[in-house]
């Protein structure tokens, strides 16, 4: 079955440094979501990509899909410490269907 | 914000026991899902429901789960005869269709520990 993997499994920043979670699916996606869970909290949908090699920018954070649409990555410039959660990626396949894979997560810890 | 809400919070039941998990996707979605993730792991995609049936179904999934859509507004995830291995938080899910249903709007969970 479809298996979706991010990188780093952790990663430990001081405030001010950069951050980057790269994704990569097994398959060829439709679309790549990402959200981010607090701990303790649940999924919160940040936003979607489409488009082979699109990239999007919500403020500090930039979201690219590659051109095969089968990787992504997340980046965020300057952390603070209300970055800190678990980052996931989450695919659907080509072809439709409803479900919504989720990749193995990366969790960031922001240090003052 | 519409929000997706579940019930209970917390469950503690023992080996062997059905649990039922209750959800009230927001109002006008059509999609629904559950999802669930063991601590400290990914989140996990156990079924989609679509029109009244099941779309979609991981193999998570087995003969001890159903769903369930009793009335207008709640969707249920029942566990039959829970193992040990169920411990894990119960995420509930819906989105609508079109563009705007690209996202998928998840309640605050329902963690469910077996002993």
């Known amino acids: 079955g479809q298996q979706v993997m991010q990188i780093p499994q952790y990663q430990h920043v001081q405030e001010g440094e950069d951050f980057t979670t790269y994704c990569n699916s097994s398959?060829?996606?439709?679309?790549i979501q990402w959200y981010k869970q607090r701990p303790g909290g649940h999924p919160v949908f940040l936003i979607q990509?489409?488009?082979?090699?699109e990239v999007k920018k919500q403020k500090r954070l930039t979201f690219q899909f590659g051109e095969a649409k089968k990787n992504s990555s997340l980046h965020i410039t300057a952390t603070q410490t209300t970055d800190v959660g678990t980052y996931f990626c989450?695919?659907?396949?080509?072809?439709?269907?409803?479900?919504?894979?989720f990749g193995t997560g990366t969790q960031l810890k922001v240090e003052l | 914000e519409p929000e997706v809400t579940q019930t209970p919070s917390h469950q503690v039941t023992q080996m062997g026991q059905e649990v039922i998990l209750r959800c009230v996707p927001i109002?006008?979605?059509?999609?629904f899902y559950w999802y669930r993730q063991i601590l400290g792991q990914k989140v996990e995609f156990l079924v989609s429901?679509?029109?009244?049936?099941?779309?979609?179904k991981s193999e998570i999934f087995d003969d001890q789960f159903s769903v369930e859509r009793p009335d207008g507004s709640n969707f249920t995830l029942k566990i039959r005869s829970t193992k040990l291995e169920d411990s894990a938080m119960y995420f509930c899910?819906?989105?609508?269709?079109?563009?705007?249903?690209?996202?998928?709007?998840f309640g605050e969970g329902s963690w469910l520990t077996v002993v």
């Open positions: 899910a819906s989105r609508t269709t079109g563009v705007s249903g690209n996202t998928i709007y």
């Open positions: 109002s006008n979605h059509l999609y």
């Open positions: 989450a695919g659907r396949p080509t072809g439709g269907g409803n479900k919504l894979t």
């Open positions: 398959t060829t996606l439709s679309n």
């Open positions: 429901f679509y029109n009244n049936e099941i779309s979609e």
């Open positions: 990509l489409v488009k082979s090699g």
